[in-house]
């Protein structure tokens, strides 16, 4: 088993599944500390966005200090890791909608572009660097139109969209990773996280 023991990873805890977040985090040997204010961000090597409502998010992140402090997080090199909203956080265009949160990834990307949370479904996806498919959770999930190649990488695909991509030390995917007991997309971040020297 991988040793994780010496990162700390933040999750944002402003709504979507914080605790199982946490779950995932600590059971792979890692540290998981509740991120609610900026100094919270101070132990952290790598935080996590998890899933909810973008917008709401995005106002709770500027209500609570919280906008400004992860884009400076960011910029002392800790990593960061969207799921479904988180992944509407990190990219740097929406289509069709002028609203741009942290803008840190150069992505793309459709809200809500496998429809409504009724249209949710799960399936078993093909990851790069992953031997075994992952039991993909896909609710009101949004996917990448468009990305620069040259930084971004594709992780894996979907019915011709990008539903999980790398970009140096930022992770974004389109499913739920906590909604299932499989911890390998995690691990991917904490490989990242590892890799990049923040532990």
Request: charged share 20%; with cysteine; hydrophobic share 45%.
């Amino acid at each position: 088993m991988n040793n994780y023991a010496n990162l700390t990873v933040g999750v944002l805890a402003l709504q979507g599944a914080v605790s199982e977040h946490c779950l995932q985090i600590e059971q792979l040997g890692a540290k998981a500390v509740i991120v609610k204010n900026p100094e919270d961000l101070i132990a952290c090597d790598g935080l996590v966005l998890p899933g909810g409502e973008s917008t709401a998010i995005g106002k709770l992140m500027r209500k609570n200090g919280l906008f400004e402090a992860i884009k400076a997080f960011h910029a002392q090199g800790k990593g960061l890791f969207g799921t479904c909203a988180g992944m509407i956080l990190l990219a740097k265009q929406l289509t069709g909608d002028p609203t741009v949160h942290l803008g840190l990834m150069d992505i793309e990307v459709q809200r809500n572009a496998f429809g409504r949370q009724i249209d949710s479904f799960q399936m078993e996806l093909a990851i790069k660097g992953l031997i075994e498919s992952f039991p993909a959770v896909f609710i009101r999930a949004p996917y990448i139109v468009n990305f620069n190649a040259e930084k971004v990488e594709s992780l894996a695909e979907f019915e011709g969209h990008t539903v999980l991509a790398k970009q140096g030390n930022l992770l974004a995917c389109s499913f739920h990773p906590e909604l299932t007991a499989n911890k390998a997309v995690m691990g991917l971040f904490l490989d990242i996280l590892r890799s990049e020297g923040n532990s």
